[in-house]
């Protein structure tokens, strides 16, 4: 089994990759696989709310690491 790589650990301050326009990828690519396209503005903020979820972790996360 590998070493799991996510959520990164500490949360970078300013993480120049988290933007905009990954969010506009990732709904790309679940509306290519046939999921219905994020067309709604609070759609598109869960999304990068989970992506953020997923990358960094919650907020107790970092702690329950150390």
Request: hydrophobic share 40%.
């Amino acid at each position: 089994m590998t070493t799991r790589q996510y959520p990164i650990q500490p949360v970078p301050e300013d993480d120049s990759r988290f933007t905009f326009g990954l969010t506009v990828d990732v709904a790309a690519v679940l509306e290519q696989h046939g999921y219905p396209k994020v067309a709604n503005g609070l759609d598109f903020v869960d999304l990068q709310q989970s992506l953020f979820q997923f990358l960094y972790g919650g907020a107790g996360d970092q702690e329950a690491m150390s």
